[in-house]
């Protein structure tokens, strides 16, 4: 059964500190990861990746992907209180090994709290 | 575009009772999923469509539950009969493949 890690499960810091968010993952037949940001309500896209060691940036957002050790971390700069959120990891993987279906699964989350 | 689009954004019902939440893609998108949230159990992949086909619904948790996309502006996940333990927010969301999914609002469930 696929499944996908992320810890810390919550993290306090203070306005400006900078963050590591880790997300570990074993999935048959890897294709992709996700991570996304999730404020008060629905989810929003924020990195997919693909290949190890490329990162991937978005302003203070970085994250990168380890294929050989299975895991990613999504790192966060200079935070803001604007960065409290629920920062969830996905696995995109294929059900069957001639790359048929795709599944997605999802981890539990990082509850991210920016004390002003 | 508006967007996805949920409805309704909550339903209170009582055990028993059929529950029919709806959705309406973006346009254009060809793959649509049906998320459930919880806190115990976070977000959980149910069923998605491509080209309003069924392709996976392996997390769909059991037989209370169908989905149906009759066309492509629009599919329903129905919960008959509707249990205690069936309360989550309930997510669709549309897009062009798994990745870069676009989330509805959601519909949250209470089933008392």
């Known amino acids: 059964e696929d499944k996908v890690v992320q810890s810390p499960l919550s993290l306090v810091v203070h306005e400006g500190d900078t963050v590591t968010l880790n997300c570990s993952y074993e999935v048959t037949n890897f294709r992709s990861l996700l991570w996304y940001k999730q404020e008060k309500k629905a989810p929003t896209f924020l990195f997919m990746l693909t290949s190890s060691g490329i990162e991937k940036k978005s302003g203070r957002l970085s994250s990168i992907l380890d294929k050989k050790e299975l895991f990613s971390i999504l790192n966060i700069t200079a935070t803001q209180t604007g960065d409290s959120a629920v920062y969830l990891c996905?696995?995109?993987?294929?059900?069957?090994?001639?790359?048929?279906?795709?599944?997605?699964?999802f981890g539990t989350g990082t509850r991210l709290t920016i004390i002003p | 575009d508006a967007g996805v689009i949920q409805s309704p954004r909550h339903e209170v019902t009582e055990m028993g009772q059929e529950v029919t939440l709806r959705c309406k893609p973006i346009?254009?998108?060809?793959?649509l999923f049906w998320y459930r949230q919880t806190m115990m159990r976070g977000l959980e992949l149910l069923i998605y469509?491509?080209?309003?086909?069924?392709?996976?619904d392996s997390g769909m948790p059991e037989d209370r539950f169908s989905a149906k996309m009759p066309n492509a502006s629009f599919s329903t996940l129905k919960i008959q009969p509707s249990e205690p333990r069936d309360s989550a927010v309930y997510f669709c969301a549309s897009g062009r493949g798994l990745h870069e999914q676009y989330f509805g609002p959601g519909t949250r469930l209470t089933v008392t």
């Open positions: 346009s254009g998108h060809d793959y």
């Open positions: 996905a696995v995109e993987g294929h059900t069957i090994s001639n790359f048929g279906n795709e599944k997605l699964t």
């Open positions: 469509f491509n080209n309003n086909v069924p392709i996976d």
